[in-house]
């Protein structure tokens, strides 16, 4: 493959592909995300290939459809009829069209979504650039290399109101313009993929299905930045999504829109990917950078900002896959478009891993402001084998809890902030009325104690201490005075621990002592 040289040899492409391509040819797209996988998606393949080269129908593997509980999953198009739970006996039905299938827009998980980062992902090999080209990929950096300045681009993505997706929902737009105007002859921008905490697994289902989305809205950030060099942090433990990356990387380069003077453009920009080390921390911005250089993922103290000083102490700014995922869409539809959706403080969509005591588990995608009844009900189907719902917990083990009365606050960063649970990344944890809650906290801490780098005092023996209290209440052991030094211990970690692990550790055990106090209290025996 030649190298493009020209905004107008993009689009000469892009129309020669689109030519060789017949709308109306059936095409048979099986997801081969990690659910469908684990389910055995690839028997399915081979069934369906089969069959279907009698035909010469096309049989694509893709990323993440989204319903992981009812794969393998199968869609085919035109039309978009829906097929779950498929077994390489179903492939002779399947393409010869008479088994049954439902349409997207008419299956409930689906219908109430708004998928417009992995709705692309039953239409994708992420193996071939050439599928995202065809449905319109890289246009957006064409535009803001040829059409923007930097300072345009910088001011969509501000007037866009873009918030980071990685759990702090600080706005892109201002860390972008921290890293930008920071006095440096150098600066990069940093690829968060390692989504390490436990019920996250929206970052894998995009970027595993369409690595080239996130990687075109890090190559138009690193041009709005000045960044000439950037990095990918993934976990070393995703073959799948690591050869998936790779790939990508390659055919951008092939192409000439990654490496030396993209599209002609006179830009120059490379990216390098790096693995975690096998630890929760090393996701933790300033231990990512740490580990990016060749040295131990610990943290830095937060008053060290990694936008003026990051990798190697230069600016670096560091954004997850669905962050840089929402970049190409803002370019290319504008900021006014981008900002239409969602509520006054929230823009956008938000990508959510729904898991737990949930009918419908699976990535789902809804704007911002949507009830989180919508997101458990009506999406999710529900809480399983019918029982009662009793709580919602958000942000994996630094996140929070909130009770059922609340399941119609709105998905908001602000909203859910207020009331102890912070969106996180997005993981969203059904639990029914049978969840013990004390337990779940004595969980959620056990994770974060094992995961502790421990460089500082208060993380290290602070969350121990908390933990050995909770096992003790647990264990029918707790005493007076158990609920109070929790609440000391709490505080302590979260005014003087060096990084968000520690600070935010004890944010479940905060939220479950707001909202479900009196099961504390229940595990104190009288006179105890």
Known sequence: MAKLRSAAGLETLRADIVSRRDPGKRCIAVCAGAGCDAACSAAVVDALREEAAKKSIDVKVTGCHGLCEKGPNVVVTPGEL??????????????????????????????????????????????????????????????????????????????ANLRGRGGGGFPAGLKWETAKNAPADERYVIVNGHEGEPGAFMDRALFTGNPHKVLEGLIIGAHAIGAHRGFIYTRHDSPKLIEHIETALAQAEAYGLLGENILGSGFDFEVEVHFDVGIFVSGESSALMRSIEGNPPEPRPKYVRTSVSGIWEKPSNLNNVETWANVSQIISRGADWYASIGTEGSKGTKLVSLSGHVVNSGVAEVPMGTPLRTIVHDIGGGVADAKPLKALHFGGPMGGSIPERLIDTPLDFDALAALGAPIGAGGLLVMDDGTDMVDMARYFLEFLTHESCGKCVPCREGLLQMLKILTSMTNGKGRNGDIARLEDLAEVTGMACLCALGKTASDPLRSMLRHFKDEYEARIPAGG
Do not use: W
């Open 82 to 159: 829906c097929y779950f739970g498929v077994r390489p006996e179903d492939a002779p039905g399947i393409v010869a069209g008479t088994a049954k299938g439902v349409r997207m827009d008419e299956v409930p998980f689906y219908k109430h979504q708004m998928r417009l980062l992995i709705g692309d992902n039953p239409r994708i090999d992420p193996t071939r650039i050439e599928d995202y080209l065809a449905l319109g990929g890289y246009a957006a950096l064409s535009k803001a290399l040829f059409q923007m300045t930097p300072d345009q681009v910088l001011d969509q993505v501000k007037k």
